[in-house]
């Protein structure tokens, strides 16, 4: 039903409890996954985000069909790296706005080519601002998107980003040092952006461990994404899951 991904999201972010996505590559899927997903389905998984900087395969359809029949109950987010992404058949779409850049292709050019599409659909759009954060080296973000990322050592200054974004009506923010990044978000970066904007906040690249995704909960995380870490070794989602279950026993 349409609005079950932007409520899913609220009551993550209004209850205080912790939320966790599994970011699939469509160039890196290959036959272990369905394995991968049934590994998944009893754990505290609650979104499968579907993008890359990258597509070089046209078979984001597919991989969605693939994924609803191994785990059904979870939803599908698209986190597109540019238009060509789309695909109705997902239940929801994260409308980036690359706000911490100067590229008018990602804060509105590529808003335009699929707005067409996105409105013969019945998806859910969910407003983002996306901001890339140095994350130690050169990932393949930085260079599809051409833009220069904030430094991971100013809270204020992506703070003051994110406001301009809030103001402008974008609704969720995400915070993304990049695929592979040596280095994740900042916790002090996320601990500013949690206290200063109110809106859910996701976090992802560069947490390929349970101990950077913890600090990233810990410092107020709504939402940690976690791609090349889950790729890997299905065993770090087994980790995280048991974390977030110890957070919701300690809490009750």
């Known amino acids: 039903m349409k609005g079950e991904v932007a409520s899913g999201i609220q009551t993550i972010y209004k ?19 369905p394995e991968k997903l049934k590994e998944i389905q009893d754990l505290k998984v609650d979104f499968i985000f579907i993008g890359g900087s990258l597509i070089q395969q046209d078979n ?27 695909s109705p058949n997902a239940d929801a779409l994260l409308f980036l706005s ?9 804060l509105i050019g ?10 013969k659909s019945n998806i859910e759009v969910l407003p983002t601002g996306y901001l890339l954060i140095d994350g130690g080296k050169r990932t393949s973000v930085h260079y599809m998107s051409q833009t220069i990322p904030l430094p991971n050592h100013s809270p204020e200054l992506t703070v003051a980003t994110a406001l ?14 990049g695929s592979g990044a040596a280095e994740p978000v900042n916790p002090k970066i996320i601990k500013a952006m949690k206290k200063r904007i109110a809106a859910p906040l996701l976090v992802g690249g560069g947490l390929n461990n ?16 976690i791609g ?16 977030l279950e110890s957070i919701r026993v300690l809490s009750n």
């Not at 984001?60 to 789309?86: C, D, S, W, Y």
């Not at 909960?217 to 709504?222: E, H, R």
């Open 60 to 86: 984001v359809t597919e991989l969605i069909k693939m994924i609803r029949e191994n785990v059904p109950h979870l939803p599908i987010v698209i986190f597109p790296g540019n238009a060509l992404q789309f």
């Open 210 to 225: 349970i101990e950077k995704i913890r600090q990233a909960y810990l410092a107020g995380a709504d939402i940690v994404v």
């Open 164 to 177: 301009a974004g809030y103001y402008l009506g974008l609704k969720y923010f995400y915070l993304d040092a």
């Open 98 to 106: 690359l706000i911490s850049g100067r590229n008018p292709d990602l």
């Open 15 to 33: 209850s205080g409890q912790k939320g966790l996505a599994w970011l699939i590559d469509p160039d890196d899927w290959d036959e272990l996954l």
């Open 110 to 119: 590529q808003h335009v080519a699929v707005a067409p599409l996105i409105e």
């Open 228 to 243: 090349n870490g889950a790729e890997k070794s299905i065993k770090l989602l087994k980790e995280v899951s048991d974390f």
